[in-house]
Structure formats: C-alpha cells, structure tokens
C-alpha cells in the first residue's frame, strides 16, 4: 500500500476563487472520507463514499462544497466562491472492506486571502 | 449526540517518563476507539484500535484501555522520547455499527524534552 495521497498539499487563493482538491486512496479501499480540520480542533466529517456513491454528507458541506469519486477510485473536493472561513486542512481518509482502521492521507492546506 | 473530550489539552514532560492521555465520550454505545498521531502540519497516522469487546490494545511503547461503561479510554506512554512530541487524537465512530464517520476530541499536544 503507498498510503492515501492527497493533491495539492498547500494552495493559496483568493476570496471568491474555486478550489479543488484530489484525494487517491490505497487501492481497493472502497470506503472514502473527506474531514475538515482548523487550528485546535479535531477533525470534523464532511462526506463519506462507498465506491462511487456518496452516501452521506454533513451540515458542514456548504451548497459551495461538492465532492465526487467516479468510478469508485480518487475523489475530488471543490469549493467554489472560497471564503476565509474555508481556510482549514482539508484531510481525505480511507478504509477497506476488512478492518476498521481508518487511514488518513497528509492533508491539502487551504488558505484563502 | 456525540461528544469527546481529551484531558490534559497540553502535556510537557521530561524524556523517560511514562504519561497517560485520557479520552472521554458520552455516548457510550460505541463499535471501537482509535487513537491516532498527529505532527505538526500532517496528516492523521493510527496507532492502536481497540474493539468494543476489548479492554486494551499494545504496540510497542502504547497501550491504550477501554471502559465503554464509563466512556472512557486511555493512551500509555512508556518511556517517553523527544520523537514522540506530537498532537494525541482519540475518535470514536457515530452513526452505526461501522466507524465510517468518525467523531474526534480536540487532541492532547504533547511535547517530550530531552
């Protein structure tokens, strides 16, 4: 397994700018997560997958925010119309059909301007 | 809901000591906890998961317990070495019987002088 890897690490944007973030998971890990963190928090659940379908998604997740995973392989969040209070990390997470460990990607850091 | 809550919010102590990192919840019909480690700037790494039918978990220098009944959990650390300064993260799953959404505590920061 290489891990979950996560694209771009930082972006720096402006207010009002759209932004997307890619997430590609172990393979074969057909559940997948995206998390919001801030400053001193713990993360916070935005949206989960199994394969293709998003199955859930949080209060959090803004008419602004969409994630997709076509195909049930990487996924993309995009925010659009970015606003400073989007600056956060953004984390992505998978996990398999066998176990229950959740395996966390390094995270793309947004800060909006 | 879902609460977690992680005392101390801050531990500084000095190399070689054992420390305890504690984690409370209050809903306590939870399917398993996992504690994770975070750097600085970095993503999430796991390190132990425990079963809700189990009481502990070892790896290495960490053990973590579980007391559903009580909501609480604890992460040991023995030995503690200046590699071992990071933020500690415990998280339990809501939502139903799979941990596919995670609620987590603010983390205990954790800092080992040499």
């Known amino acids: 397994d290489t891990g979950v890897s996560q694209n771009p690490r930082h972006k720096i944007t402006k207010r009002g700018q759209n932004v997307t973030f890619r997430c590609d998971p172990i393979s074969e890990h057909n559940r997948l997560y995206w998390y919001r963190q801030t400053l001193g928090q713990g993360p916070e659940f935005l949206t989960y997958f199994q394969n293709e379908a998003q199955l859930e998604k949080s209060r959090l997740l803004s008419d602004r925010f969409s994630a997709e995973r076509p195909k049930g392989s990487f996924s993309t969040l995009e925010i659009q119309r970015t606003e400073q209070g989007d600056s956060a990390m953004y984390l992505c997470?998978?996990?398999?059909?066998?176990?229950?460990?959740?395996?966390f990607g390094e995270g793309s850091w947004l800060t909006v301007v | 809901k879902q609460e977690v809550t992680q005392i101390p919010a801050a531990l500084s102590v000095p190399e070689g000591e054992n420390l305890v990192l504690n984690c409370s919840f209050t809903?306590?019909?939870?399917?398993?906890l996992q504690w994770f480690r975070q750097d600085p700037g970095k993503g999430l790494t796991s390190l132990l998961l425990?079963?809700?039918?189990?009481r502990e978990q070892t790896s290495g220098r960490l053990n973590a317990s579980l007391d559903k009944s009580s909501g609480r959990s604890t992460l040991y650390i023995a030995a503690s070495q200046p590699g071992d300064s990071a933020t500690y993260l415990c998280a339990v799953p809501t939502g139903g019987g799979s941990n596919y959404k995670l609620t987590f505590g603010k983390g205990t920061l954790l800092t080992v002088n040499p």
């Open positions: 997470a998978s996990r398999g059909d066998t176990g229950n460990t959740i395996y």
């Open positions: 809903d306590s019909a939870i399917y398993n």
């Open positions: 425990i079963q809700s039918s189990q």
